[in-house]
Each structure stands twice: as structure tokens, then as C-alpha cells.
């Protein structure tokens, strides 16, 4: 069936430093691909998404570029902020659907210091 | 409401006993997920509604779980004869039942068993 997998974390950077966030996914055919994020405290937020090869989604800095030769999906900020402090999970959504549902990657912390 | 609402917010139980928890989806959004999340774990699914499709519960980890859809809006998980393990946050979201479109989620219902 359909899978995501995500970098471990958690992960600790500088402010201004570069982020990236691994995610690869195991799916038939071009599923659509997503970014949710976790504040503390809150729900899951959609960050951005692409729905076919090659599309580049983006919003509040970050960019993920949906790359079917590899199968990956990787989150990347040129410059993080402190709050960008949150857990960032990759997921999908199969051509077949599989009833619809979206399939989640296990999370990834992050945690930027000033 | 704007956003999908979830209740309670928090809900502490004893072992052994059943617990409710309440979705209100985001008007006109036909879709409707359970998911748990559990500590350090990603977002395992539950169980997904369509309209008036059957759910899709391949998600549901045992039959101590249920869910229901009454009017095709308000969702109602029902864990019978809670354990220990049950404990973590269940979240909902809704969507429009055109594919490829967001899920909103709630904020999560944190259940604790003691």
C-alpha cells in the first residue's frame, strides 16, 4: 500500500540557518503531496501542497517540489525563525484514493533557537 | 462554526471504561477522518466517511472502536473498554469531496487513561 517516510528528528537549528526536511513516499502512480504543521498548541494547518510532477508548492517561505524520479517531496527554508518551532508532517493522497484518506508520515520536530 | 470543532478538549477516563468523542465538521464538507495520534507516533487513521458511502474502517485497531456519521455531519468516535494504550490525541478533519482539495483539522481531543 501507500507510504510516506520522513527524516527523524528532532531537529535543532540556528535562526537564518537552511532547512531541509526529507520525505519520500512509496505510492502508484502521481498521488497528491502535502506539508501539514503543528504549532504547540494547536491543530494541524495545511502548509502547502502539489498535485502533480514537477509543481513547487510554497507558502511562508517554505518550498517542496514534487519529484516523481525520485518519489520525495522535501520541505526547505532558506532561512528558519524561531517561530518556525513546530512538528512538519509530509503526507499524501493516492490516485486510488484508498477511501480518500490521507497517509501521514511519522512527524518531524522542529526547534529553532535564537 | 468556521473551522472543525472537536469535544471535549481533554478527557481523562479509568481503564475499562467507554468514551465518546465529538466531531463537528466544517459545514458542507462531506469527508470526514478519524485519526490518533499517538506520543511520538505520527497520525495513524481510523476511519474515513464519504456522503452516504459505507466508512471506510480498515483504520479502527480493534473492535472496541467505533464511529458514526449521523445526517452526514456531526462524527462520533466510541472507544469501549478502554486501556492504557488508547491514550493519546484523536483528531478529526473534513473536507469537500472533490479530490486533491485540503483537509481542515480540529484541534484534537486529548484522552488520557488511567
Known amino acids: 500500500g501507500d507510504s510516506v517516510t520522513q527524516m527523524e528528528g528532532p531537529v535543532t537549528l540556528s535562526e537564518e540557518a537552511f532547512l531541509t526536511i526529507n520525505c519520500t513516499y512509496t505510492?502508484?502512480?502521481?498521488?497528491?503531496l502535502f506539508w501539514y504543521v503543528q504549532y504547540p498548541g494547536e491543530g494541524l494547518q495545511l502548509l502547502l501542497k502539489?498535485?502533480?510532477?514537477?509543481d513547487k508548492g510554497s507558502n511562508k517561505g517554505f518550498e517542496a517540489t514534487y519529484r516523481k524520479e525520485t518519489t520525495s517531496f522535501h520541505l526547505e527554508k532558506g532561512s528558519v525563525q524561531v517561530s518556525d518551532s513546530a512538528v512538519y508532517f509530509c503526507?499524501?493522497?493516492?490516485?486510488?484514493?484508498?477511501?480518500?484518506?490521507?497517509?501521514f508520515g511519522q512527524g518531524t520536530e522542529l526547534s529553532v533557537k535564537p | 462554526g468556521a473551522g472543525v470543532s472537536q469535544s471535549p478538549s481533554n478527557k481523562v477516563t479509568e481503564k475499562g471504561k467507554d468514551v465518546e468523542l465529538r466531531c463537528d465538521p466544517i459545514?458542507?464538507?462531506?469527508?470526514l477522518y478519524w485519526y490518533r495520534q499517538s506520543l511520538g507516533q505520527g497520525l495513524e487513521f481510523l476511519i474515513y466517511?464519504?456522503?452516504?458511502?459505507?466508512?471506510?474502517k480498515s483504520g479502527l485497531p480493534s473492535d472496541r472502536f467505533s464511529a458514526e456519521r449521523t445526517g452526514g455531519s456531526v462524527s462520533t468516535l466510541t472507544i469501549q473498554r478502554t486501556q492504557q494504550e488508547d491514550s493519546a490525541v484523536y483528531l478529526c478533519?473534513?473536507?469537500?469531496?472533490?479530490?486533491?482539495?485540503?483537509?481542515?483539522f480540529g484541534q484534537g481531543t486529548r484522552l488520557t487513561v488511567v
Open positions: 459545514s458542507g464538507h462531506t469527508a
Open positions: 478533519a473534513s473536507r469537500k469531496p472533490t479530490g486533491g482539495t485540503e483537509a481542515f
Open positions: 502539489a498535485t502533480k510532477a514537477d
Open positions: 503526507a499524501l493522497k493516492g490516485i486510488y484514493n484508498q477511501g480518500g484518506k490521507l497517509i
Open positions: 466517511f464519504q456522503g452516504n458511502s459505507a466508512p471506510d
Open positions: 505510492a502508484t502512480g502521481y498521488p497528491s
